[in-house]
């Protein structure tokens, strides 16, 4: 059966600079070991199926796989979902925003002047980690200990483990880590004049991820809460990758927002 597809790029206005996303969307009809199969298939961090909502006010359901199982929520697929239903003729119940199910729940998206974003959901897991933890990943990043200035746990449901917060974006960039046995994001403040507040690494077993959704929605919770940053700012990651990618933080008084451009890459069918 052919299937409308796109494979989009996100946190990125230019094309391959930022983290690509598959999109299937017509996942109707599809058993999960199919879409399991389908996204180790593209060999891409995540690929998503769009299929009808199942709960009142959803525009649309999403279900969301890596090459090996299924995440709950996700960053970057939630605003490349949202980007390539609208541009496939996607219209949502209310003009101002639209409201995306997964496994996760109801996520709101909203269109601004910086591309789409999403209202960042609530931590499930948060607060400092233990101290046996945190030393354990001072080996696994290949520093003192005494330059982590924050160990946090950061998971909104894709199962981030920490938030690690360094004195400078230089820092950061410098890490050559060990084998990672977490997911971890690292972070650090960039200098004065820099068009990025913070630099952002993500690493997983295995791979360094090129820009991340759910993360950036977790640290911002954690940097504004604790009064490191304001928002508006900007956060850069991927650059030890060769990536571009820009994640814009806003908020308001009843949400963190989590905002990006997302721009198409390949559009059309696929036999599936």
């Not at 403040?189 to 820009?211: I, K, L």
Request: net charge negative.
């Amino acid at each position: 059966m052919q299937r409308a597809f796109r494979q989009v790029d996100v946190f990125t206005s230019v094309p391959y600079r930022g983290n690509p996303l598959a999109v299937v969307l017509d996942g109707q009809g599809l058993d999960t070991e199919e879409m399991r199969r389908f996204a180790a298939w593209t060999n891409l961090s995540e690929t998503t199926f769009v299929l009808p909502p199942t709960v009142p006010g959803a525009d649309y359901r999403v279900r969301i796989f890596t090459g090996s199982g299924e995440l709950p929520f996700a960053g970057h697929p939630t605003l490349g979902t949202c980007h390539a239903w609208l541009e496939s003729g996607g219209r949502p119940r209310d003009a101002a925003e639209i409201v995306q199910e997964c496994d996760a729940g109801l996520i709101r998206v909203r269109r601004t002047e910086d591309g789409l974003a999403f209202a960042a959901p609530e931590l499930v897991r948060s607060g400092p980690v233990e101290e046996e933890l945190a030393e354990r990943l001072a080996e696994t990043l290949r520093i003192g200990r005494e330059r982590m200035l924050a160990v946090e746990w950061a998971d909104n449901g894709p199962g981030w483990v920490v938030v690690v917060l360094l004195a400078a974006a230089e820092e950061v960039l410098e890490l050559r880590p060990g084998a990672i046995e977490h997911m971890v994001g690292v972070a650090g403040p960039c200098r004065e004049g820099s068009p990025y507040a913070y630099e952002v690494r993500v690493f997983a077993p295995d791979v360094e991820d090129p820009v991340t959704g759910s993360l950036h929605a977790s640290l911002a919770q954690f940097l504004l809460r604790t009064g490191r940053v304001k928002a508006p700012y900007t956060a850069g990651q991927g650059t030890v990758l060769g990536r571009a990618g820009r994640v814009r933080i806003t908020a308001d008084e009843r949400d963190v927002w989590v905002g990006g451009a997302v721009v198409t890459c390949v559009s059309g069918q696929v036999a599936l």
